[in-house]
């Protein structure tokens, strides 16, 4: 917590020292602001781990994330970070000194993962406002922006505006040589034209809001020639494919106190996630953080105080727990992860689709009452070919029933046939399952909250996302609706869970039985 000094206890000759230092301060700050800039502890964490190829700030709002994210930005741009020539203390959100850094000016953080020649980066905003609101203001007080307020004035060298007088670039000198470019775009014109991220190259991307996937992978390629880096400093309340990019393993667990890290497929340690509180930033009041907190959902307040992924915070089955609801093993008397014992009751749900990937989720039920989704398909394809891995997978079980979406009931205008006449066709013989979305929900969170009843395959890589994925939409406007998208195996388990999923003996449905059951329908 910042102390402010009493100025009223003070003699004339103390604020007139006081009145001289903040003089001093300003025309340093004014001169070389990068050189005064102290980062707080979890800042600290981000900048001492720069050469990883990704790092992610994911903090809630008022961290301090913005101006991490520019000094970084400047300090590949110049090629150092000057403040860790200096010896301060770095200190948590309550103001306790954690570390005491003793600066000098061959200390490795000055240029750890900094490229020793001029770069050139990209700062990607949500639109122009939000660019001249946060980096590029050029008016002196708290309205400036940050890349104004941390440049050393020696280091400029000029600024450029696109057609509509927007700031969109900044030529910078570096002490290696040569002169680096910090160029900014935004969400809103990648929107207008996908193209504008093709044929760049980067050394350094800084992403200061969620952008979208394909706006990524778009100006990501452009990494590549230099291997380039990038850092996100997000409060996470959208894209939630952000947080997938950096987790690749759903079970990860991420210590608030510490950055966590991952490796890459290649097994590679090259990403790192920060986790970060509004609480954590020293100079923020306290009581105005907790104000303004009141006044948000409870999916708001998880995202802008504490950082958690608003898809996390508005999940349609919070019920479900990897830790509680996966299995990893070989349940006992099973022969493969995906291959239940001959004598469990089997069903299978559908969402077919004409043009997008079919979905179907299987489901076994044993002699106990436990119910083990085993399987699953998820892939674009024909209906004979959909037909024919269903009715392969299911060889010599005993199902009693395959559901299907009632949209694959509907009859075409064209020749009158339906999905379901499709899949008959070549064997598989579908009946209409439910398409009663409030109760399907309900049901499911109840039949999870049972203790010892649903288990998932760790396997099933769509149905155990989709619970990550699937979210309820805005709260204010439609509390109740999830999102329609990510939810295809979501609705399978609303139809088999509505269904019944009851052990059903097979004795009841022997020879003998089904014989005698044709005889009497005969007479």
């Not at 306290?286 to 915070?313: C, H, K, N, T, W």
């Not at 979305?437 to 395959?457: E, S």
Request: glycine share 6%; with cysteine; net charge negative.
């Amino acid at each position: 917590m910042q102390i402010q000094p009493d100025i009223s206890r003070m003699s004339f000759a103390e604020r007139l020292t006081l009145l001289s230092s903040l003089r001093t301060y300003a025309n340093i700050s004014k001169k070389c602001g990068l050189s005064l800039y102290r980062p707080h502890a979890k800042q600290h964490y981000f900048h001492k781990h720069g050469h990883f190829k990704y790092r992610y700030l994911r903090t809630g709002n008022r961290f301090g994330k913005s101006d991490n994210g520019v000094t970084e930005d400047i300090s590949w741009s110049i090629g150092e970070r000057i403040w860790y020539k200096n010896t301060f203390d770095v200190v948590d959100g309550q103001g306790n000194i954690v570390e005491r850094h003793h600066g000098h000016a061959d200390h490795p953080l000055v240029t750890l993962g900094i490229p020793k020649r001029a770069t050139k980066g990209l700062i990607i905003c949500t639109d122009w406002g939000k660019a001249n609101e946060i980096f590029t203001c050029e008016s002196a007080g708290i309205t400036q922006g940050k890349i104004w307020k941390w440049l050393p004035e020696e280091s400029f060298v000029r600024r450029d505006v696109d057609h509509s007088g927007h700031i969109n670039r900044y030529t910078i000198k570096s002490k290696w040589g040569g002169e680096s470019t910090i160029y900014i775009d935004t969400v809103a014109g990648f929107k207008i034209n996908e193209q504008r991220g093709e044929s760049n190259w980067y050394d350094w991307i800084h992403v200061d809001e969620p952008i979208p996937e394909d706006m990524w992978n778009s100006y990501a390629r452009g990494l590549m020639d230099h291997n380039g880096s990038a850092w996100f400093t997000c409060t996470p309340l959208r894209e939630p494919w952000i947080n997938d990019f950096f987790l690749p393993d759903r079970r990860t667990k991420l210590d608030p106190d510490k950055p966590t890290i991952f490796k890459n497929k290649r097994g590679v340690e090259d990403r790192i996630v920060i986790t970060g509180k509004a609480t954590d930033n020293p100079y923020t009041d306290e009581e105005g953080v907790a104000s303004y907190m009141e006044g948000l959902s409870d999916r708001d307040r998880a995202a802008r105080m504490f950082g958690v992924p608003i898809e996390q915070s508005g999940r349609v089955h919070p019920w479900f727990d990897s830790m509680v609801h996966e299995y990893t093993e070989i349940p006992p008397g099973w022969s493969e992860l995906n291959r239940p014992p001959l004598d469990y009751t089997i069903r299978v749900a559908i969402d077919p689709h004409p043009s997008t990937a079919n979905a179907a989720l299987f489901a076994a039920t044993s002699p106990k009452g436990q119910v083990f989704f085993y399987d699953e398909i998820f892939e674009v394809c024909t209906a004979d070919t959909m037909a024919e891995q269903i009715l392969e997978m299911t060889k010599d079980y005993f199902c009693p029933v395959i559901w299907m979406d009632p949209s694959g009931f509907v009859t075409s205008m064209d020749d009158k046939t339906t999905f379901a006449d499709d899949f008959l066709e070549y064997g598989l013989i579908a009946e209409k399952g439910s398409k009663d979305l409030p109760r399907g929900i309900q049901q499911t969170n109840v039949a999870l909250k049972r203790p010892h009843y649903l288990y998932f395959a760790h396997n099933l890589i769509r149905t155990l996302w989709e619970f990550d994925h699937y979210v309820f939409q805005d709260p204010l406007k439609k509390p109740d609706k999830p999102k329609d998208k990510d939810d295809h195996m979501m609705e399978n388990l609303h139809r088999l869970i509505l269904g019944n999923l009851s052990y059903i003996p097979q004795v009841v449905y022997d020879t003998a039985t089904l014989q005698s059951a044709n005889y009497l329908l005969t007479i």
